[in-house]
């Protein structure tokens, strides 16, 4: 089949192309980016007149639930909801059920995720069996089956001996150590972050500094054995201080930051709303400003969806004990445009490269996905487009979501891996 895409302002900031051009695709490849290309050449032509053409989107932090927990997403609805979001290529994190801490579980998921045949899946495995925090996991078999990074998210790395290990194991591999940076004991029981509006609530809070001690930690450790840090879901001011400090010095350490971080603080939790209970959780206005302040001046390399599906009853419940987490794929396009492009004036190529060429490099795929000969991998998107959020239209087997019927200015129109086109819908665009 030959697709054309017409018109549209193609950003990549791998080649530096920032114009509008057509890019006409034959059998899955880019066959021809060009200006004027003859719509006869073309069996299906998308009309990206005023909208952007990029790079596909890649998130780099995202759980797929299966094995384990299917009710909350499958590989297929998750791989499905990555594409209809505008992303073609998502990370499987390991806190599976069981674990994906060996190579056979990695394969289990990336012959599920080929066999869906949507958005691309790169499985990251356990930093530790069963992350458990005790002992490394077989991370040199499962760097074999395809692992792209090592991470015990939902857990931190349990110990500093741990830490030090896989962070001098991974060199060996040039994958990162990804990080779920939680000092637990300063966590326990609480729901949101510690501060004015958890004593306002009553609600017990996650302090900022149980997140800046791991990071502080690891920022430590990995200068002495010159390993790769990637520090997952920042949201902490200090956290992001140290980072950009640990950079200047020439330290590899890279990092994301979630939509919601970047949309929310923590005065959205006076509804107690369960949607808005995540780990870490959403912080303070200042610490959300320097969030976006981290984005702009380049510290923070990526934006990640900690997509966390979870069943109805998991949410539908009282704020202390409700499970944490929020669904990403299908809304992160447009909260970021929404709050990063027409709000805080972040340019469209810093955006481009924070969804998609820079978190491409951290998981190691190809330099300039966007080029001719290459394989279709592209995301369509408009900023310009209203979009009112609707749950019941995601491809999610899961609808914990904060954004649930907000308007945004900005969506997700057409993602393409390959021969995949799907035209995505989240919701009424006005
Ligand atoms: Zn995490």
């Known amino acids: 089949m030959n697709l054309l895409i017409k018109n549209g302002h193609i950003i990549n900031p791998d080649s530096g192309i920032d114009k509008v051009l057509d890019i006409l695709i034959v059998d899955g490849r880019v066959d021809k980016i060009d200006v004027n290309l003859d719509e006869s050449m073309a069996d299906k032509v998308i009309d990206a007149g005023n909208m952007i053409v990029a790079p596909g989107f890649v998130d780099i932090h995202a759980h797929l639930r299966e094995p384990g927990n299917e009710r909350a997403e499958t590989m297929e609805s998750g791989c499905k909801a990555a594409m209809n979001g505008g992303f073609t290529t998502v990370t499987a994190m390991p806190n599976t059920n069981p674990c994906m801490d060996n190579a056979a579980i990695v394969s289990l998921v990336r012959e599920k995720a080929h066999r869906a045949g949507y958005a691309k899946v790169c499985p990251v495995g356990a930093v530790s069996k069963g992350r458990e925090g005790r002992e490394l996991a ?220 820079n978190p491409a490099k951290i998981i190691g795929m190809k330099d300039d996905r966007l080029r001719v000969g290459a394989k279709a991998d592209i995301t369509v998107f408009s900023t310009g487009s209203e979009v009112v959020i609707r749950p019941e239209r995601f491809k999610s087997r899961s609808r914990n979501t904060p954004f649930k019927g907000m308007k945004l200015k900005g969506c997700p129109v057409y993602a393409i891996s390959g021969t995949r086109v799907v035209r995505c819908d989240v919701g009424e665009v006005q």
């Open 138 to 357: 077989a991370i040199g078999e499962m760097v074999h089956e395809g692992i792209v990074a090592v991470s015990d998210d939902g857990s931190p790395v349990a110990t500093a001996e741990l830490m030090k290990k896989a962070l001098e194991y991974c060199q060996l591999f040039g994958i990162p150590v990804m990080e779920h940076a939680e000092e637990v004991t300063l966590t326990r029981g609480a729901v949101m972050n510690e501060g004015f509006m958890s004593t306002k609530l009553g609600l017990k809070g996650m302090p900022t500094v149980a997140e800046d001690i791991v990071v502080a930690r690891d920022i430590i450790l990995n200068r002495y054995v010159r390993g790769w840090l990637h520090v997952s879901h920042l949201s902490s001011a200090y956290s992001l201080d140290m980072i950009r400090r640990a950079k200047e010095r020439g330290d590899r350490v890279t990092t994301e930051v979630t939509p919601h971080h970047l949309f929310f603080n923590d005065s959205r939790l006076e509804q107690f709303d369960t949607n808005f209970v995540m780990k870490p959780p959403v912080r303070v206005e200042a610490d959300r400003l320097s969030m976006i302040e981290g984005i702009k001046d380049g510290t923070i390399d990526c934006i990640a969806t900690d997509h966390a599906p979870h069943p109805h009853e998991y949410k539908n419940c009282e704020i202390d004990i409700c499970a944490f987490g929020i669904i990403g794929f299908e809304t992160a396009i447009s909260a970021v445009l929404d709050v990063l492009y027409h709000r805080y004036d972040v340019p469209l190529k810093r955006i481009v490269e924070c969804m998609s060429t």
